[in-house]
Nanobody
């Protein structure tokens, strides 16, 4: 499995960014995907996930600001981030796992991409 993120960068508070994650070599018939982030000195946190049936879940602090989606082939994962805040600054990684959100194999990770929001 190969996951390649793009779309990160620097933006001012209130701005928007759209992250993309291209997946290749997926051997699974059923899988779920997600975006995670880790800020310096903090633990990695789950930002948003999308299950095989398209159902989504979000970290409380990003609800109504971030939107996770996939293309029709489910090979590219997106994270639209609006109304960005300095506390959203982190390295963002996409991940994929065999199975459904409630029961899945260990995540496979992309290389990560930096998002920096200045005040």
């Amino acid at each position: 499995v190969q996951l390649v993120e793009s779309g990160g960068g620097s933006v001012q508070s209130g701005g928007s960014l759209r992250l993309s994650c291209e997946a290749s070599g997926l051997p699974y018939n059923v899988y779920c995907m997600g975006w995670f982030r880790q800020a310096p000195g903090k633990e990695r946190e789950e930002v948003a996930t999308i299950d095989f049936d398209g159902s989504t879940s979000y970290l409380e602090s990003v609800k109504d600001r971030f939107t996770i989606s996939q293309d029709n082939a489910k090979k590219t994962l997106y994270l639209q981030m609006d109304s960005l805040k300095p506390e959203d600054t982190a390295e963002y990684s996409c991940a994929v796992a065999k199975g459904r959100i409630k029961l899945h194999a260990p995540w496979s990770w992309g290389q990560g991409i930096q998002v920096t929001v200045s005040s």
